[in-house]
């Protein structure tokens, strides 16, 4: 069992920034591939970033490239989702999950087999 911990949510001005943190307990990263999801009221779950830990392999959602970064940590543990120039809709509970790697492609919601309970991220106009 992969346990995934999120934090870093909060509220938010347009325009600001926010750093999203993602931690495995009990479990190190290095066989998977970690990606940053998030869901808006009403709305479907859909794709934001992931990184592949074994070497860094970064993809990006269109509305988060230049925008969004993803990182890991490898001797932490742990995962980041640096998110700036924050606007309204991206307002969205973000979830943090792992997949094993034959399981899909990592830009994929279906391919993920952990997932962590979600971040409320706000951002105010």
């Known amino acids: 069992q992969v346990q995934l911990v999120e934090s870093g949510g909060g509220l938010v001005q347009a325009g600001g920034s926010l750093r999203l943190a993602c931690v495995a307990s009990?479990?190190?990263?290095?066989?998977?591939?970690m990606g940053w999801f998030r869901r808006a009221p009403g709305k479907e779950r859909q794709f934001v970033a992931a990184?592949?830990?074994?070497?860094?392999?970064?993809s990006y959602a269109d509305f988060a490239t230049g925008r969004f970064t993803i990182s890991r940590d490898i001797a932490k543990n742990m995962m980041y989702l640096q998110a700036n120039s924050l606007k309204p809709e991206d307002t969205a509970a973000y979830y943090c999950?792992?997949?094993?790697?034959?399981?899909?492609?990592?830009?994929?919601?279906?391919?993920?087999?952990?997932w962590g309970q979600g971040t409320q991220v706000t951002v105010s106009a």
């Open positions: 009990r479990r190190t990263f290095t066989r998977y591939a």
């Open positions: 999950a792992a997949v094993l790697p034959g399981r899909g492609p990592m830009t994929t919601t279906a391919s993920y087999d952990y």
């Open positions: 990184v592949r830990w074994s070497d860094g392999y970064t």
